[in-house]
């Protein structure tokens, strides 16, 4: 056991580009070896990373970039990733291994997991490390959000974990900060696997609800599609992306991948703000954790308020128009004073 | 195509009530249903047995009352249901969990495609299905959003991503997890309650997948639960009641207050 040491996160990286998780898993992982006086790697595997990018990981608190480069491995696929990953981590032995609680990560860590005979832990709010034991504690929220467990794996190395996007704020840059990266070769019989990726269709949509800054979701309350439409024009105010319950999913006011909650996305924005939702457990589990949460509702009995910051008990149909209303002219005051300011 | 659906019984979460000294969760009383996102795992599995033949089969490990699952499963349409129970198998985390069912999969042998839900609504880590198909060393499709087609031995699938869909062409035999976009679940038929009456769902404990004694249960499972607590929710809602033009207008007001306080706007 004591064979393993050092911290890694598991950066993540599309056409060649380093993906935001990466710097938040940063910041996760330099408290973690800081506490543990280790050093903390960033592994990455992919293809043409680059080189700004990757000299970005140290500056945001890499030690050290381990990279494993290959046409096949542009691509997440879970079977030559693993065994990538597996051949890593049999040369290096870290003792903790963080991903993000990314669609990659997701599938990635559980089936490495089985391979190394490793415990891991999904969706982590808190990691942190155990007085005496130097185990880490992992603090991740069960059952609908009603309850927070912590787990930790007092003997299986490397101890691993998966954090929710958005938990952290991303590593700060530190200009100049040195490290090392080196290259590990990817031999070809690694590379197979039952998958192809064919195509790929994309929808910005389903993104920006996970990465946002701020959410504006909208729900039953609403009544029919064409009211839900006043759900965007305020995201577009707000320049937020637009989230919804299960019901209004189910009603087809919008798809699937803008559903907030249990079955839906987990998201973490600085602002959310719910509007005839009525705040149902499934649905907090998917946004509570937001900074600043807005709700209206018109029972003021209703759920959402008791996670709120600021509700409104209202009529949406009579409150919606005049948030507008007031935003617009808030803007528009600001766009004449910044021209006089110009001019 | 033979499918093999793993499905979990888990407590209705409308309904969890919490110890408030505790922390712990009341079970007493709760309903127990099919894991809700696994109905989706179940659908497919039905219109994929209607268009390309074979059997579909759910096993679920669980205490003996998950016997009542299957029975649901096969009202929906699944032709059998197979339970793992024993007390061996308790406390297993979902490696030990994926261990137990992934032996089960190689007893009954004769599979194309197992179909995962994306995650339970209980223990909702969305791990067990990636980890059946690592020990099974399947390819394991994840966050399948669609299915397409099947020809020449390869499904083609869509996979929700952070960014769009990604489109993948799968070889048998594989595992899917699923999400809710992928299917429409019917409710049972009144036939398909009959048949899941009266069918006979084996019972297969740790000797009869022949699991190594020492990786099932909590004995097999490397996390161990340290600490159980409820979270505090420690928002103070102020409420701005808007019922006509004045107050409606106020409440606007202090809301942009709160916006602009907050540097959210
Ligand atoms: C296993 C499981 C998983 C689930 N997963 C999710 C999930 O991921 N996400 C999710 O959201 N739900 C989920 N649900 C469903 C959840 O339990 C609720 O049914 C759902 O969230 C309710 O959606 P809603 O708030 O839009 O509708 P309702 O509960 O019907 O609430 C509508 C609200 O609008 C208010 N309202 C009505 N008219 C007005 C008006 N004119 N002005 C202002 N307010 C008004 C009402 O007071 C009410 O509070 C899940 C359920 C289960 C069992
Ligand atoms: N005890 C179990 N028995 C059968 N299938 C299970 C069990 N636990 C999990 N699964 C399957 O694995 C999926 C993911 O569960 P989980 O990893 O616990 O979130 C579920 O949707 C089921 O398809």
Redesign the pocket.
């Known amino acids: 056991m004591s064979d393993y040491s050092g911290i890694w996160i598991l950066a993540e990286q599309s056409a060649g580009r380093v993906l935001g998780i990466s710097h938040e898993l940063l910041t996760r992982g330099r408290e973690l070896a800081d506490k543990r006086k280790v050093p903390l790697s960033a592994v990455l595997l992919g293809n043409n990373v680059s080189e700004a990018d990757l000299a970005e990981l140290i500056e945001r608190g890499a030690d050290q970039v381990i990279l494993a480069e290959h046409a096949e491995l542009d691509a997440f696929r879970p079977e030559p990733h693993t065994r990538v990953m597996q051949r890593l981590v049999e040369k290096y032995h870290p003792e903790i291994i963080i991903a993000g609680a990314t669609s990659t990560g997701r599938t990635l860590m559980p089936y490495l997991a089985v391979k190394l005979h490793a415990g891991l832990t999904a969706d982590c709010t808190v990691l942190d490390i155990e007085p005496g034991t130097g185990n880490l504690l992992q603090t991740r929220p069960a059952i609908g959000g009603n309850i927070l467990a912590t787990i930790k794996t007092p003997e299986a190395r490397p101890q691993m974990a998966t954090v929710r996007p958005k938990s952290t704020r991303p590593a700060m840059r530190q200009a100049g900060r040195t490290g090392e990266i080196i290259r590990e070769p990817v031999a070809d019989d690694l590379l197979s696997s039952g998958i192809s990726r064919v195509g790929f269709v994309k929808d910005e949509s389903t993104a920006n609800i996970s990465d946002a800054k701020a959410v504006v979701a909208g729900?039953?309350?609403f009544?029919t599609s064409e009211k839900f439409k006043m759900v965007y024009a305020l995201a577009d105010e707000l320049q937020a992306a637009v989230g919804a319950?299960?019901?209004?999913v189910d009603r087809a006011w919008i798809t699937y991948p803008h559903?907030?909650?249990?079955?839906?996305k987990t998201v973490t924005p600085g602002l959310y703000v719910a509007?005839?939702?009525?705040?149902?457990?499934?649905?907090l589990a998917?946004m509570q954790t937001a900074e600043t949460v807005v709700a209206?509702?018109?029972?003021p009995d209703?759920m959402?308020f008791s996670v709120a910051d600021y509700g409104i008990v209202?009529?949406?149909?009579e409150v919606m128009p005049v948030l507008l209303e007031r935003l617009r002219e808030r803007r528009e005051a600001g766009a004449s004073q910044s021209e006089e300011a110009g001019g | 195509m033979n499918i093999i659906v793993p499905i979990k019984q888990v407590p209705?979460?409308?309904a969890v009530r919490m110890d408030e000294a505790t922390g712990t969760m009341i079970r007493d009383g709760v309903v127990s249903i099919i894991n809700?996102?696994d109905l989706y795992g179940i659908e497919l599995a039905i219109e994929l047995r209607e268009r390309f033949g074979g059997r579909a089969t759910a096993i679920s490990m669980g205490p003996p009352k998950a016997e009542e699952a299957l029975r649901e499963a096969i009202a929906m349409g699944l032709d059998d249901g197979i339970l793992l129970s024993d007390r061996a198998f308790a406390g297993a985390d979902t490696w030990a969990t994926a261990y137990a069912l992934s032996q089960a999969i190689r007893k009954i042998g004769d599979y194309d495609v197992i179909i995962c839900g994306e995650r339970a609504?209980d223990g909702d880590t969305g791990q067990v299905g990636p980890a059946i198909a690592a020990f099974l060393d399947l390819p394991v499709a994840s966050y399948i959003s669609k299915f397409e087609d099947f020809s020449e031995g390869q499904m083609r699938l869509h996979r929700l991503v952070e960014d769009g869909y990604e489109i993948l062409q799968v070889g048998l035999p594989c595992v899917l997890t699923v999400v809710k976009e992928v299917s429409n679940p019917r409710l049972p038929t009144l036939r398909g309650k009959q048949k899941a009456r009266k069918a006979d769902l084996p019972v297969w404990n740790a000797a009869d997948i022949e699991a190594d004694p020492t990786l099932v249960g909590l004995k097999g499972s490397p996390t161990r639960v340290v600490k159980i607590h409820r979270p505090k929710v420690s928002r103070q809602c102020e409420k701005a009641l808007a019922n006509d033009e004045a107050s409606t207008d106020q409440a606007v007001r202090g809301l942009l207050d709160l916006l602009e306080k907050r540097e959210l706007i």
């Not at chain 1, 559903?259 to 839906?264: F, H, P």
């Not at chain 1, 209206?296 to 029972?299: A, K, L, V």
């Not at chain 1, 209202?314 to 149909?317: V, Y």
């Open positions: 729900g039953r309350g009544k319950s299960r019901d209004a559903q907030v909650g249990l079955s839906g509007i005839g939702i009525s705040g149902a457990i499934q649905h998917g209206i509702n018109n029972d209703a959402i209202g009529d949406l149909s | 209705e979460t409308n809700p996102l609504t």
